[in-house]
């Protein structure tokens, strides 16, 4: 019960975080991490039960080996469904979508998960940012929070005055 998007290299997500039958906003649930000297960015975030998302997004900041995925991650009352961005340097980048039973690539340039994963679609589709597919979202899903949280592959750089 959230909603998750990602285009041009930002991740955003809402803040509602749900545990057990009690749905409330919470911490962000995306993360940014840099792996040896820049080899490799990952941004990621997760929807679904609060504690198995932290799961997920600990094991994906881990470097994701699908051996080592942890199998509370693979129970069907415990579902988490998760989307994660790499980076390369010099390559576009690689979008995962991990459900339940592993992941699959999606060769779309953006994506979204959750349940208003197809109006944050449809937004990012006539020109929305990942951003405002979230905020979108929002107005027409009554499971998505209105706090959004973003993160990118490249740090913002700070303004500066002339």
Request: glycine fraction near 10%; include cysteine; hydrophobic fraction near 40%.
């Amino acid at each position: 019960m959230t909603t998750i998007a990602y285009k041009s290299g930002v991740i955003a997500a809402d803040r509602r975080v749900s545990l057990d039958y009690l749905y409330t906003s919470g911490p962000t649930k995306i993360a940014r991490k840099v792996f040896g000297q820049g080899q490799l960015i990952v941004l990621c975030s997760g929807a679904g039960n609060g504690p198995n998302m932290e799961i997920w997004k600990d094991w994906v900041l881990a470097g994701s080996q699908m051996e080592d995925r942890p199998s509370s991650l693979s129970h069907e009352q415990e579902y988490v469904a998760g989307l994660e961005i790499r980076l390369y340097p010099g390559k576009d980048p690689q979008i995962l979508y991990h459900g339940q039973l592993g992941y699959r690539e999606i060769t779309s340039p953006f994506w979204a998960i959750g349940s208003g994963k197809d109006l944050a679609i449809g937004a990012m589709a006539m020109g929305a940012t990942a951003i405002q597919a979230v905020q979108i979202a929002y107005h027409f899903d009554p499971h998505t929070d209105h706090q959004v949280d973003w993160l990118a592959f490249a740090e913002p750089k700070p303004e500066t005055k002339a």
